[in-house]
């Protein structure tokens, strides 16, 4: 069959096959979604794995220098598992650590945060209405406020009517969790298998590359997925630990000049952190808000000590924890946060970062490779002239 022929046989049947897709837009919708309900434990325990990683890559290091020292190369085997499981244990305590220790200072926090706000609340009416300010609807919601006056008989009488829409809603959302709870399983048990197997999967890959891809553009997919995981990899590792250290800092900065939540705030500024530019602010003036509340005498000393803490990071601790990790300039660190943000909200936020260092770096890689190959022809033509002179 010629060349030509193929062609037009290539092109008649795209043409069928996208008139056939226009036509029957629902149920291609529907194929598409069902496919993707089927694929998405495998989607979801690649990125968990991708995401633990990082610090198993940590792991597997302290460990291959363990066996070299000891002198056991044997045990080299064992260094996946034995990463893998340290990882896993280090993931539970910080898991128990948070729920032992964040989360009950957290709600004492938040209970004495209620309890000050009932009790401060008639001042503030006095004081707005010094002013002339109207607070009659603030004090009518806060009157209907009243657990005697509920009519308990109609809401019963309410909920008997409506059991029906209340049992059918009540299963969907169980389905919905029993599908989520089963899919992250799911996922997290890949994620196991596809980080013991690593090495393996990226010898399958690199065999499937090169086998039906040219061998220059093979080696630069290698590349690009080599550089992919090395920046997601510090930018990961790095944001972490810098969150964990400001919010620290600012914890106990905070409980030095007695300021109060103190904890509260430090965990509001180690999450706030991930939030690229806007996240220190917003800590900030969360943090100033619930010192209002308590006692605005130290609104000025939480502030001060707060951009203090904040500068001494940004300046000393940052450059050396997370540094220039992902190369790229604070402008494009701008419009990656301003694109990830518009596209997929605060996830996109943090992960466009990275993504953006890595096309930036294949650019200017590429860019800098045109231009040498330019003044390599620029020379050629210039050496020729002068012969031709001559």
């Known amino acids: 069959m010629k060349k030509t022929s193929k062609h037009h046989y290539l092109l008649v049947a795209f043409g069928v096959a996208l008139y056939a897709l226009l036509m029957n837009l629902e149920a291609f919708g529907g194929a598409l979604r069902y496919l993707g309900s089927m694929i998405l434990p495998v989607l979801l325990g690649f990125l968990i794995a991708f995401i633990i990683n990082v610090p198993m890559r940590g792991f597997e290091k302290l460990l291959e220098k363990l066996t070299v020292r000891i002198k056991r ?3 080299e085997k064992y260094v996946p598992p034995i990463a893998l499981l340290l990882t896993a244990i280090c993931i539970i305590l910080v898991i128990v650590l948070v729920c032992t220790i964040l989360i009950p200072s957290l709600v004492t926090s938040v209970e004495s945060l209620y309890r000050t706000i009932e009790d401060q609340a008639p001042k503030w009416i006095a004081w707005l209405q010094e002013y002339h300010i109207d607070t009659e609807w603030l004090v009518e919601t806060i009157e209907k406020i009243d657990l005697d006056s509920l009519d308990l008989n109609g809401i019963i009488g309410n909920v008997t009517s409506s059991a029906g829409s ?18 992250a399983a799911i ?11 690593k090495k393996d999967l990226s010898r399958q890959t690199k065999k499937l590359l090169y086998a039906h891809l040219k061998p220059k553009m093979a080696s630069y997919l290698c590349y690009i997925g080599r550089l992919t995981g090395d920046t997601f990899s510090k930018f990961l590792s790095g944001q972490c630990l810098e969150a964990c250290l400001l919010g620290t800092l600012i914890c106990i900065a905070m409980m030095i000049f007695k300021i109060p939540y103190a904890s509260l705030i430090g965990i509001l500024t180690a999450i706030c952190a991930f939030i690229p530019y806007i996240g220190a602010l917003l800590s900030c003036v969360i943090g100033a808000f619930l010192v209002v509340l308590t006692d605005p005498s130290k609104v000025i000393v939480c502030i001060i000590v707060y951009l203090v803490v904040q500068f001494v990071e940004s300046q000393f601790i940052y450059p050396h924890v997370v540094g220039t990790s992902v190369g790229l300039d604070p402008l494009w660190t701008l419009i990656a946060v301003l694109v990830g943000g518009n596209l997929m909200g605060l996830f996109g936020m943090i992960f466009f970062i990275p993504l953006t260092a890595v096309i930036f770096q294949l650019v200017r890689e590429h860019t800098n490779r045109v231009l040498e190959e330019k003044q390599l022809q620029e020379a050629d033509v210039w050496v020729g002239e002068e012969s031709d002179k001559e």
């Open 73 to 75: 190369p044997k045990l």
């Open 166 to 183: 209340i049992l059918t809603s009540a299963l969907n959302i169980a389905t919905s969790a029993v599908s989520v709870i089963s899919a």
């Open 187 to 197: 996922g997290i048990i890949i994620s196991a298998y596809a980080l013991l197997s």
